[in-house]
């Protein structure tokens, strides 16, 4: 069983940064595709970023592409999401999320908030 825990959330006004962490547990950390979702108030969940387990290609929503930076430190069992001119529209709970066999999203954490005051 894998267990995800995300910080660094908080309250930080329109175009200023926050990064998010998420700490894995688990030896095989390293091969998960690992990724970012986000729930507004009375919105759906909805995708921010993936990275993969080995090489190959970093995902966006348009939504932050250009703002936000998907990251990993196999080393430390650690993803980020670097978090750049943040909008109020960024105002939600952010997931962090494993899939360990390209199955899907199979592990979540507990989430963390971020709120952008305008």
């Known amino acids: 069983q894998v267990q995800l825990v995300e910080s660094g959330g908080g309250l930080v006004q329109a175009g200023g940064s926050l990064r998010l962490s998420c700490a894995a547990s688990?030896?095989?950390?390293?091969?998960?595709?690992m990724g970012w979702f986000r729930q507004a108030p009375g919105k759906e969940r909805e995708f921010v970023a993936a990275i993969p387990g080995g090489g190959g290609s970093i995902y966006y929503a348009d939504s932050v592409k250009g703002r936000f930076t998907i990251s990993r430190d196999n080393a430390k069992n650690t993803v980020y999401l670097q978090m750049n001119s943040l909008k109020p529209e960024d105002t939600a709970v952010y997931y962090c999320?494993?899939?360990?066999?390209?199955?899907?999203?199979?592990?979540w954490g507990q989430g963390t908030q971020v709120t952008v005051s305008s």
């Open positions: 688990g030896r095989t950390f390293r091969r998960y595709a």
């Open positions: 999320v494993g899939d360990p066999s390209s199955s899907g999203w199979d592990y």
